[in-house]
């Protein structure tokens, strides 16, 4: 017995040895690609992270044991091109579609979101000549009647995700995830000098946007599904003075997205109006999203949205108060106001006195026109 384990003395030790080289050749490419460059070694380390993902069973965990770490999940997302695949998605939407294609396509659309197209104002597929015309397609006058009995309604169809006042200088995107207030608005700055002064502390910005004594800010957050009327109106009777311009990036808003990335609405692409009401500060901010190829702002013939270069973090502003025009842009409630390319976000930030209330439930659906809440 013990001269059979002699003799396998030699042949084990051969094993063993060659089953240790694939972890010391492991550890030599580990060594090479900590000496590469970060773009470079994002670029080689990503396949393997995907590879990581979707293998069944950890298939590659035990590179873990060499020292190799995946990527998390939310850098690997971030790292997708998404502006650049919007852009050619947008692009796509813009071909015409042959007269025959037409009706299946929008009909496995319509079957898969759930569109009632029974409220469009054109209700003959045949008639939209690309999904870009599609999507927005206008409804019928009759199907979203204003509601007159609150000061504030929802600007566009969609889902709340939440809702309440605003404490800390802290937003709820969803339940549990919040973002800055100063981050997502940006600096407070007058329309007559946009000269940007340092950040200002927590309390100091929130101040700068509550104008009355008593009063409080709130918000609401309504996510717009594909399906959706990808059309937004004014939500009450205000005045729009400015409009600030981040071109961010293209994530998804969907609700499982933001409850996955913190502050989320303040890496994405956004226009933020502003303005005020009878009750004080006011802003309506479009949020895009991946897929959502432009925002347009009806009054805004300026604003050009996915634009191939930006500089991150950077921001446009431009004022509709002039010489000539001294209040801005009178907007009635329900009055149209922009449009996305597809399903996005919507977010209002307002002041109103203390005793304003929502007449909302989180989670619940909402059509354009319904009740948001009032005093």
């Given amino acids: ?174 339940k549990g995830v919040t973002y800055s207030l100063e981050s997502f608005l940006g600096p407070r700055t007058s329309t007559d000098d946009l000269s940007f002064p340092p950040a200002p502390p927590c309390g100091s910005f929130r101040n700068q946007l509550v104008t009355r004594e008593g009063n409080e800010l709130y918000h609401c957050v309504i996510y717009l599904a594909p399906g959706d009327y990808h059309c937004f109106h004014s939500p009450t009777d205000w005045t729009v003075s400015h409009r600030r311009h981040f071109p961010g990036s293209l994530m998804s808003v969907n609700p499982g997205m933001a409850r996955w990335i913190k502050e989320l609405f303040c890496h994405n692409e956004r226009v933020v109006l502003t303005g005020d009401w009878k009750h004080g500060f006011f802003s309506l901010t479009a949020v895009g999203a991946t897929n959502v190829g432009s925002i347009r702002i009806y009054f805004d013939r300026d604003l050009h949205t996915n634009s191939p270069r930006y500089s991150k973090g950077s921001y446009n502003d431009f004022s509709f108060v002039t010489h000539t025009n001294k209040e801005g842009i009178p907007m009635r409630k329900g009055e149209h106001l922009g449009e996305f390319n597809l399903g996005s976000t919507i977010v209002l930030i307002f002041e109103a006195p203390k005793d304003f209330n929502f007449k909302l439930k989180a989670g619940q659906k909402i059509r354009f026109g319904e009740a948001l809440g009032s005093l």
């Fill in 1 to 174: 017995m013990c001269q059979s384990e002699a003799r396998r003395g030699p042949e084990l030790r051969a094993a063993a040895k060659w089953l240790h080289f694939p972890q010391l050749a492991l550890r030599r490419r580990l060594g090479q690609l900590s000496c590469m460059s970060r773009p470079a070694l994002k670029l080689r380390s990503w396949p393997l992270t995907v590879l990581y993902y979707l293998l069944p069973f950890g298939a590659l965990r035990p590179l873990s044991r060499v020292g190799w770490r995946p990527v998390s999940r939310v850098a690997l997302y971030k790292s997708v091109p998404t502006r650049l695949l919007s852009r050619a998605w947008g692009r796509l939407n813009q071909v015409e579609l042959p007269h025959w294609l037409r009706r299946p396509v929008y009909s496995l659309y319509i079957w898969t979101f759930g569109v009632n197209m029974k409220e469009a104002a054109v209700e003959d597929l045949h008639h939209y000549r690309n999904l870009s015309e599609f999507f927005r397609r206008k409804l019928k006058p009759q199907a979203r009647p204003v509601c007159g009995l609150h000061s504030v309604i929802s600007p566009s169809d969609g889902k709340i995700l939440n809702f309440g006042q605003v404490k800390n200088c802290e937003v709820e995107q969803v």
